[in-house]
């Protein structure tokens, strides 16, 4: 399972239900890992469709940080400023459709 971490401020939100999305730079490091689960287009980096992944988000870095997998969909499209993205910026854009574990939260 693909295991990101997460700033405590935007994984609670996330928690709470405020955030619906999680934003990922448009770079080689995250095309491989998001290509690893999600269906992409051939030699591009852009998702096909709408399958649904579960994804571990950690708040922070190390095994022992608080975490939760959440069903997810990946997609590319400018974000939300008040959800941390830049202004006019694409990014890799997972939209979280469903909680289904937490551990120490």
């Known amino acids: 399972m693909l295991v990101?971490?997460?700033?405590g401020k935007w994984f609670n939100m996330i928690?709470?239900?405020e955030k619906k999305e999680e934003y990922r730079e448009i770079k080689p490091y995250y095309t491989t890992r998001f290509k690893k689960i999600f269906e992409m287009?051939?030699?591009?980096?852009?998702p096909v469709g709408t399958d649904i992944k579960e994804i571990k988000f950690r708040?922070?870095?190390g095994s022992s940080r608080p975490e939760f997998v959440a069903k997810c969909s990946l997609d590319?499209?400018?974000?939300?400023e008040e959800w941390g993205?830049?202004?006019?910026?694409?990014?890799y854009t997972l939209k979280i459709h469903?909680?289904?574990?937490?551990?120490g939260c």
Do not use: C, D, F, W
């Open 15 to 17: 928690l709470s239900g």
């Open 98 to 103: 469903q909680i289904s574990e937490r551990r």
């Open 41 to 46: 287009y051939p030699h591009s980096g852009i």
């Open 85 to 91: 993205a830049e202004p006019g910026v694409e990014y």
């Open 59 to 61: 708040n922070g870095y």
């Open 76 to 80: 590319i499209k400018t974000g939300k």
């Open 4 to 7: 990101l971490p997460i700033m």
